[in-house]
């Protein structure tokens, strides 16, 4: 098992639910089933004591200040975000506050822009640093995805919400002031 930053205790994650606000009504959404009453509160004190940090949402890039003053209150740790990206100027403002970014893909309109978005920031050589980009492709994209070299892909496919499971070392929060 990964060992955290103190090099002693195993590696912890918090996935944080920072919104339930979403561009998205995705008929598989994890939301459904995660509501606020059913999830724990978290303020940024006890955050601290994670390793890694999955702000999610809803949809996170809704909240672009919140999002830019979170992540520098959490500067000490490796933060993910979780995304369906409302909008690429957004995500391009903030994604090197990010040791990762997660993108999923829900319909072919996701993967045109996302073609198109992607090929035109990083078709060049820009010189801008790159987290670490993992794309996720649900089963409901039949257009042609663009595959980035700097990018991990993944298959997914929708299921019941609540056989959505968290990897081992991963507890589920929602913020105790979420954003509306």
């Known amino acids: 098992m990964a060992k955290g ?4 205790k195993p590696y912890r994650t918090a996935r944080v639910i920072c919104t339930y606000k979403c561009n998205k ?19 940024l004190t006890d955050l601290a004591r994670f390793d890694e940090i999955i702000i999610t949402g809803g ?4 909240f672009l200040d919140q999002l830019i003053d979170l992540t520098e209150k959490l500067s000490g740790a490796r933060t993910i975000l ?5 909008s690429y100027s957004k995500l391009f403002a903030v994604f090197h506050l990010f040791a990762g970014v997660t993108i999923t893909l829900h319909d072919n309109e996701d993967a045109i822009r996302f073609n198109r ?6 078709g ?5 640093p790159l987290p670490q980009f993992f794309v996720r492709i649900y089963d409901s994209v039949t257009a042609h995805v663009e595959l ?8 997914c496919k929708w299921v019941d919400p609540k056989d959505c499971k968290l990897q081992p070392n991963e507890e589920l929060f929602r913020l105790r002031n979420l954003w509306i």
């Open 5 to 8: 930053r103190d090099g002693m």
């Open 25 to 43: 009504q995705c008929f598989g959404c994890v939301n459904s089933v995660h509501d606020e009453m059913h999830v724990q509160p978290i303020g």
């Open 59 to 62: 949809e996170p890039l809704l």
């Open 82 to 86: 979780y995304t369906s990206v409302p």
């Open 117 to 122: 978005h992607f090929q035109k920031y990083f």
């Open 124 to 128: 060049n050589d820009n010189g801008f």
């Open 148 to 155: 980035f070299p700097t990018a991990q892909y993944k298959s």
